[in-house]
């Protein structure tokens, strides 16, 4: 995975706004691997990470799984046990829109984790939430099934494939 989210900017400026869309810088990085791509699947939910754990158990081979927590910065929706099952099942990476725990464990996994920060206390396991629908954060829409992109300079998404 060769690519630079800048470049990606440069090479489609005519589609900025329009097909390809840049995430208000918000995140922090974690997980091993620095930049990642892939198809986007989306979960929505609020401080209850039972459908995060469904989901890293499905296969991930090409796919990043973005999760609109809301925002909550009173619990984690990932820590180091679900990094772990998502990289034993191919997810490339994982933006959540909300925190993650057991950070040191998470870097040395193989995936890429963005979030906006990390919290000690893990979430409630209800299975409340929904999957596959369009969640809106960091002034984004996004669609399942839209591209993301994201490196040490931001995250991009677009509604196609843009490198391979």
Not at 81 to 98: M, R
Request: proline share 2%; with cysteine.
């Amino acid at each position: 995975m060769n690519f630079k989210t800048p470049d990606l900017c440069d090479a489609f400026e005519r589609e900025l706004g329009k097909t390809l869309r840049v995430v208000a810088p918000m995140f922090k990085h974690y997980g091993a691997r620095t930049s990642f791509c892939g198809h986007i699947v989306t979960l929505k939910l609020f401080e209850d990470n039972a459908l995060v754990r469904t989901t890293f158990g499905e296969d991930g081979k090409g796919k990043v799984l973005v999760i609109d927590g809301g925002g909550s910065i009173r619990c984690a929706l990932v820590g180091d046990q679900l990094a772990a099952l998502a990289n034993k099942n191919s997810w490339e990476g994982v933006i959540v829109y909300g925190c993650i725990r057991d950070s040191v464990e998470v870097n040395m996994v193989d995936i890429g984790v963005l979030a906006l920060d990390t919290h000690p206390q893990r979430s409630l396991k209800k299975g409340a939430g929904e999957r596959d629908l369009t969640v809106t954060f960091g002034g984004v829409s996004f669609n399942p099934g839209d591209y993301l992109y994201a490196d040490e300079d931001g995250v991009l998404v677009s509604n196609r494939e843009l490198h391979r």
